[in-house]
């Protein structure tokens, strides 16, 4: 259900409805990877503007000390970082949110297609920074 009252809630209602049609077709079982491919798909299907494996530049005080990749960076506002697994842990959450801090998003997902049902949570970044934007950080 749309709520507006949270930042960018049509597109993470557009996000959950893809990933249920794909779970749905798919079901559990398979490796991550055939997940995103099918995710990709029908993301291009609705319209949806993704990319797949978004990379970027992580920053320690000033310095890139590495790379990371989001599963996609959904039109351009949300991240969105999938799981094939029976459970998730806090450890999938954790790097959920660390790919929110920094890319410096406000919003992002965290999608498990491995559970019987179909697993997702909206997460929201606590050091999001307005005055930073994913494009000056690439």
Do not use: W
Not at 36 to 54: G, K
Not at 66 to 79: C, H, N, P, T
Not at 101 to 118: D, V
């Amino acid at each position: 259900m749309i709520d507006e009252k949270y930042q960018y809630s049509a597109i993470t209602y557009k996000i959950i409805g893809c990933a249920m049609e794909v779970h749905k077709l798919l079901g559990n079982g398979f490796q991550e990877v055939i997940y995103q491919r099918a995710l990709e798909e029908e993301f291009a299907l609705q319209h949806i503007s993704a990319i797949r494996e978004f990379e970027m530049n992580v920053f320690y005080k000033g310095k890139v000390v590495g790379i990371r990749r989001v599963d996609f960076l959904v039109e351009e506002v949300v991240s969105l970082e999938i799981k094939a697994l029976r459970k998730l842990e806090d450890i999938h959450l954790a790097q959920a949110i660390n790919y929110l801090e920094a890319y410096n998003l406000e919003i992002g997902m965290l999608i498990n297609f491995g559970a019987k049902s179909l697993e997702y949570r909206r997460l929201i970044n606590p050091k999001y920074n307005i005055n930073k934007s994913v494009k000056s950080n690439r």
